[in-house]
Structure formats: structure tokens, C-alpha cells
């Protein structure tokens, strides 16, 4: 049995029973709340690891939910949006959401992002980790500051470096451009998303086998950039 809670806070009743049942069958515990006022009473009196948050709420804006929540509470926030939100999406995660799923989604993928914001709680991204990060043939030794793909080292810039390894920490969760601007080139620059096209290119030339079908640098159409999780 899974020892994680998970706070299921939306609206439609079929979409949270289609949930409930999934998290139960995966051997997750669950409690429900049908608003953002119901979910912040159930927050302050419930252990809950992780809110599975539908930004289209009766009572509250989502992303003033998000605010609010990020204020005195830590734990994963999977936001759940329906579709043509890009960039309700970009901003749930700028706010401090961890992920997204897009309705409709399948129960594979629910639990799929569910396991990568669990398998993220309580990681500083600030900690370093001396150890070596691996996604599929490609892996990066932090502590020799090397890549290898298929056992061949690979030679980045620094620049590249950089991007890699925010992605490696982040492994498997999508990042918004505004993030990885903030993160690599420092706050202020994140509005150049020329830059980061580039330097993603670029870094697709050396770690992808074919650049233009990525295998790893996933881009989340005008959300941000995922480095897929392959295991
Ligand atoms: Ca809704």
C-alpha cells in the first residue's frame, strides 16, 4: 500500500470519481473537495502529500488558489486544466505548481505525472546531489561535470551544461521558459525566449540522435521544456 495522501480538489463530480477510483486502484488515499474554499479547510487539518488542483473552480481563480496555497503550504500541487490553456499553464507553474495535466487525460497519465511531483517533494532544487543523473543511454556526472550518451562523452558549453543539468534536477517535470531563463542566465532575462530556443537547439544537436524528433528535450508547446524521464 502507498502511504501518500492525495487532495483531489474539482468540480465535476465524474472527473473526480474517474480519479478517485484510479488513485484507489494505485493504492492511494484520497479525500475530494468540489472547491477551493473546501479544499484550503481540508489543507489545514489533513496530511496531505500531494492536491490534484482543476484551475476551473466555482469559487476561486486557480492561479490565486496556487498563490495563496504556496504561502504556508509545501507540498506537490499537479494543477489539472482543460485544453487551450497554455498559458493558464505556464503561469500555474510560475506560481508554484509543480505539473499539469491536460483533460481529458488517461489514468497512464495521471499516474505518470503523479509519480514524477511525489518523486519531487521535499527536493530543494537548490540541494546538490553528487551523483550521477541518468534518463535513458544518457547520463551526467555532476561531480566530473560529464555527459555521456550511450557511454560516449559528449562535450558541452557551459551554457548547455547548465540547461542540462537544471533539466536533470527537474527530471521528468516541465519547466516554464521563464523558469529556466531565470535559473540559467539570472532574473531579469526572462523574457528572452529567442535565447533559449537557440541554446536548446543547440543542445538537441549533441543529445538527440535526431534533433528535429527528441527523444529526451521534450518541448511543452508554450509552456516550457521537459526532459523526459526514460528511466
Ligand atoms: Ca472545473
Same mark, same amino acid.
Given at each position: 500500500?502507498?502511504?501518500?495522501?492525495?487532495?483531489?480538489?474539482?468540480? +465535476?463530480?465524474?472527473?473526480?470519481?474517474?480519479?478517485?477510483?484510479?488513485?484507489?486502484?494505485?493504492?492511494?488515499?484520497?479525500?475530494?473537495?468540489?472547491?477551493?474554499?473546501?479544499?484550503?479547510?481540508?489543507?489545514?487539518?489533513?496530511?496531505?502529500?500531494?492536491?490534484?488542483?482543476?484551475?476551473?473552480?466555482?469559487?476561486?481563480?486557480?492561479?490565486?488558489?496556487?498563490?495563496?496555497?504556496?504561502?504556508?503550504?509545501?507540498?506537490?500541487?499537479?494543477?489539472?486544466?482543460?485544453?487551450?490553456? +497554455?498559458?493558464?499553464?505556464?503561469?500555474?507553474?510560475?506560481?508554484?505548481? +509543480?505539473?499539469?495535466?491536460?483533460?481529458?487525460?488517461?489514468?497512464?497519465?495521471?499516474?505518470?505525472?503523479?509519480?514524477?511531483?511525489?518523486?519531487?517533494?521535499?527536493?530543494?532544487?537548490?540541494?546538490?546531489?553528487?551523483?550521477?543523473?541518468?534518463?535513458?543511454?544518457?547520463?551526467?556526472?555532476? +561531480?566530473?561535470?560529464?555527459?555521456?550518451?550511450?557511454?560516449?562523452?559528449?562535450?558541452?558549453?557551459?551554457?548547455?551544461?547548465?540547461?542540462?543539468?537544471?533539466?536533470?534536477?527537474?527530471?521528468?517535470?516541465?519547466?516554464?521558459?521563464?523558469?529556466?531563463?531565470?535559473?540559467?542566465?539570472?532574473?531579469?532575462?526572462?523574457?528572452?525566449?529567442?535565447?533559449?530556443?537557440?541554446?536548446?537547439?543547440?543542445?538537441?544537436?549533441?543529445?538527440?540522435?535526431?534533433?528535429?524528433?527528441?527523444?529526451?528535450?521534450?518541448?511543452?508547446?508554450?509552456?516550457?521544456?521537459?526532459?523526459?524521464?526514460?528511466?
Amino acid at each position: 500500500m502507498n502511504e501518500r495522501q492525495i487532495l483531489i480538489v474539482e468540480d +465535476d463530480p465524474q472527473i473526480r470519481n474517474f480519479i478517485q477510483y484510479t488513485l484507489k486502484r494505485e493504492g492511494y488515499s484520497s479525500l475530494t473537495a468540489g472547491t477551493a474554499q473546501g479544499a484550503m479547510s481540508i489543507l489545514v487539518r489533513e496530511r496531505v502529500d500531494v492536491v490534484l488542483l482543476d484551475l476551473g473552480l466555482p469559487d476561486y481563480d486557480g492561479l490565486e488558489v496556487i498563490h495563496k496555497l504556496r504561502q504556508w503550504w509545501d507540498g506537490g500541487i499537479l494543477v489539472v486544466s482543460a485544453r487551450d490553456q +497554455d498559458r493558464e499553464k505556464a503561469a500555474a507553474l510560475d506560481a508554484g505548481a +509543480d505539473d499539469y495535466l491536460t483533460k481529458p487525460f488517461s489514468a497512464t497519465e495521471l499516474m505518470a505525472r503523479l509519480r514524477v511531483t511525489i518523486r519531487h517533494l521535499g527536493r530543494s532544487s537548490g540541494t546538490p546531489q553528487s551523483c550521477v543523473l541518468r534518463t535513458g543511454q544518457l547520463t551526467m556526472d555532476l +561531480d566530473k561535470r560529464l555527459v555521456t550518451l550511450e557511454g560516449q562523452p559528449i562535450h558541452l558549453t557551459p551554457m548547455e551544461y547548465n540547461l542540462l543539468q537544471l533539466l536533470f534536477r527537474n527530471l521528468g517535470k516541465v519547466l516554464t521558459t521563464k523558469t529556466i531563463l531565470n535559473e540559467i542566465y539570472g532574473v531579469g532575462y526572462g523574457t528572452d525566449t529567442q535565447a533559449l530556443r537557440t541554446l536548446t537547439a543547440a543542445l538537441r544537436r549533441r543529445i538527440e540522435k535526431t534533433p528535429a524528433v527528441p527523444q529526451y528535450l521534450i518541448t511543452e508547446i508554450g509552456v516550457g521544456y521537459r526532459l523526459a524521464d526514460l528511466g
